[in-house]
């Protein structure tokens, strides 16, 4: 039993501390020797290390929490527990997923540099500098969770990503520590709650995936929508729950039919039924637009084999004994997925006529679909012994610090990382049949930059499966891509409005930074042209001494330098102009402007990084516009509605004339106000009509205003004034939306 693991007496001697000896017992606090809750916990754990670990580590671990319980004396978990049980629980976790023993005393340890007087130099001389170095790690994104969320979010976020980069083994002891906190969350405050469970499903759930930790992933899940929705939760678990009793019948007829057929063909294979979690269930509900019983209404079962050849035997046996569904199967064993996770997935068609999932692999592809990187974690270090999910982590982080590198603005980083987070991926072929995977919803420029960024730096059209296809089209399953390029071809910056690939957009956005000086030149030159037509006079005309003195004037080396900072909205065109008339002449002409004067500045969207739309109003084309040069930014078209636009009029040498183009083709963002009634699938409802009517949503922020009702903002893509009308009176048209405004 436990007893004969329990440390003996002499390991439980304080270990002569080198220089440092953590403060003794406060009051109150069980002496480490004594206290039950936690021998007993660490009884457990050692049960649980003795199966992998030396006896020599054993001795350092039971030093460690010791050294652990000593330093927290006097702390008390909310939960009334002598401090030193939580991170005892954490180590168990780890224990669970064999993690090395530095691990898991650097999990006994993680919260003493944090909460205690004990520094990482003494860490590091007891315990050694790779444990210290994990445990800082630990203390480092334990930090950034206590700081203002909105504040520096993404410069911590690029920080949590470096330490993860840095070693694997900080952002495994992390996932452990905040699994446990979460289990523990309901001691919390509500508000305090509400926000551990978002930042756990904001970051915490998409790293677990990344890393394929599923175990992990979809416990957190289910704790952080129990904790942020209590009343989806429990609504959906009620469900569930009166389902189980109906469903387990069919769930037995099923796995029944299965065992016997298998058995027939003398497979030995494990298979058991799959329950839905709980927010995975929500997520359909939302993402779809299923209703819970269309949900529920789905059997999964999984198969286990032994060797790779028996996946491909049970499917056909399967696929024999059950009408499959077509263009369902997919085969993540030959293709594995991004986070290495294998195996093949097909939908049979029921008996009772109901869809059933299932997934076939082998018990080391089980074991990583559960744990991701943390499968097999001993044996990392000998090469090819297979963990692919490892393997793949490693690409991932080397391809962060390359991103890193190449972007250094955290907020860019942030995006490009949360975009890489997500990963439902498509596979396509090169024309070579080579291919390429990339994540779900990737384009046809996705695809060219990951071919190569000069490919996709001049691309110039696509052809999808040998016919020509926007450049936007969002990939399929098994198309081939090919992409033309022309030699003048080059990236426009309405690409980013459609881009999914963190590659794809750092290379873009690389590329129109160099642009900006060019398009910048050029509308400075118009700018410029057009002040001077107001005067009477042209750069042709004044070619020559009167210009070259006006620069050395102002101090600019060249004309070109000179219209990049006008184009930039560093110097008003019109007293630049004035600067470059000859002395005599510098009183600015009265004459009526004549017919030469350039029209206003032609709109065509996507012209380049100096023109851009303001935030504030969208404008559509169909709008009344106006240009408004602001240092730096360049020019910013406004709707002539804005209220911003008042102040603007103050200043007209800052303002441009500008008119739609005629014959526009691209995609403009607005955005809109719809207050809907609260219920269920309503959100979704819209978002469904505003793709019928071929609009894309950008970004939805939700307002709950009362119990009754919410309020989304909506920023979509439309083509013009008429499209969002359209929009609009369809949106208004379903019952559950209250009012719909353009904001
Ligand atoms: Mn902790």
Known sequence: MASQTLPSPETLTPPSVGGTTPPASAPGTPDPEHDLAALFRLSNLSDLLETYLERSQLEVVHRAYLFGARAHAGQFRKTGESYICHPLDVAHMLAEMRMDADSIVAALLHDVIEDTRVT??????????????????????????????????????????????????????????????????SVMAPAKRRR???????????????????????????????????????VIQDAVRKARGNRREVM?????????????????????????????????MTTKGLSLAEVLDVYAIRIIVAEVETCYRVLGIVHNLFKPLPGKFKDYIAIPKSNGYQSLHTVLFGPPGVPIEIQIRTEDMNKVAEAGVAAHWLYKSSSDSGNTAHARAREWLQSLLEMQRASGDPVEFLENVKIDLFPDEVYVFTPKGQIMELPRGATAVDFAYAVHSDIGNSCAAAKINRRMMPLSTPLQNGQTVEIITSPVGRPNPAWLNFVVTAKARS??????????????????????????????????????????????????????????????????????ARRLLPQSEEQPSTEVPDASRPPPLSIKGGEGTVISFAKCCHPLPGDRILGFLTAGRGLVIHNQQCRNVAEFRKKPDKWVQVEWAAGLDQQFATEIRVEIDNQRGALATVAAAISELESNIEDVKTKERDGLHTTLQFVLMVRDRVHLARLMRRLRAIPAVRRIARA
């Open 120 to 185: 990482k130099e003494e860490m590091a001389a007891e315990f050694g500098e790779e444990v210290a170095e994990l445990v800082d790690g630990v203390s480092k994104l334990t930090k950034m969770e206590l700081e203002n969320p909105d504040e520096a979010q993404a410069e911590n976020f690029r920080k949590m990503m470096m330490a993860m980069v840095r070693d694997l083994r900080v952002i495994l002891i992390k996932l452990a520590d905040r699994l446990h906190n979460m289990r523990t969350l």
């Open 252 to 284: 037995q007829r099923l796995e029944t039919a299965i065992k016997e057929r298998l058995r027939q063909e003398e497979l030995n294979a494990r298979v058991v039924g799959r329950e839905k979690h709980l927010y995975s269930i929500y997520r359909k």
């Open 507 to 576: 290379s873009i956005r690389n590329f129109l930074k160099n642009l900006t000086r060019d398009d910048a030149i050029q509308l400075g030159r118009y700018l410029l042209e057009r002040a001077l037509g107001d005067l009477g006079t042209s750069l042709q005309q004044l070619a020559g001494t009167s210009i070259d003195e006006a620069l050395a004037e102002l101090r600019v080396e060249t004309l070109e330098k000179l219209c990049e900072q006008i184009g930039l909205g560093q110097r008003p065109a019109v007293l630049v």
């Open 196 to 234: 551990i469970a978002r930042e756990t499903l904001d970051i915490y759930v998409p790293i677990a995936n990344r890393l394929g930790m599923n175990t992990i992933r979809l416990e957190l899940e289910d704790l952080g929508f129990a904790a942020l929705y209590p009343m989806r939760y429990r």
